[in-house]
């Protein structure tokens, strides 16, 4: 059954779907009650993720690196191979925004104790510190989006997502 907008909070998706049923009554529209609002979403969520991280003087890209480095738990370093993995970049980016970073003063490239010709990047004190900073603020900005839904509806949301999300995370 084709879910119908909401007669107390009709939202800019209802009124673009609303005109696709009037104009193509032949098409099922019903997808573009959930993606047009999960595009509208993830765009929002891009500028609040961007703006969170400029407060702490950081790209996108950088947190993710950032990230993947403090979520591998002390000493904070991984290979680049690990991070190209995580990050799902080619090694020239990878190698790029190593250099970068490390030219912030925010990693630091060390010699792997397992393979002398290997090298592992971690994180310097100041690059923990920053991480740390972005994600809290990240944090507090993703969980005022969700203040929407009852906690009951997070849970519920996430499950539906994953299922969705599962079928292209192999």
Do not use: C, K
């Amino acid at each position: 059954m084709e879910s119908e907008p909401s007669d107390e909070h009709p939202d800019e998706v209802d009124r673009i779907v609303a005109a696709w049923r009037r104009e193509r009554p032949d098409l099922d529209v019903e997808p573009l009650t959930v993606f047009s609002r999960v595009s509208r979403l993830a765009r929002h969520l891009d500028l609040a993720r961007r703006a969170a991280f400029a407060a702490r003087n950081l790209e996108t890209w950088e947190f993710d690196v950032l990230s993947a480095l403090r979520r591998a738990g002390e000493p904070y370093r991984l290979s680049p191979g690990s991070l190209i993995t995580q990050t799902l970049v080619t090694s020239g980016t990878m190698t790029n925004r190593i250099d970068r970073l490390e030219s912030r003063g925010l990693v630091v490239r060390r010699r792997s104790p397992d393979d002398r010709r290997g090298v592992l990047v971690e994180l310097t004190p100041e690059g923990l510190t920053r991480v740390d900073a972005a994600m809290s603020d990240l944090l507090a900005v993703e969980a005022t989006i969700l203040s929407a839904l009852g906690s009951a509806e997070r849970p519920q949301l996430a499950d539906l997502l994953r299922t969705v999300v599962g079928q292209f995370d192999g």
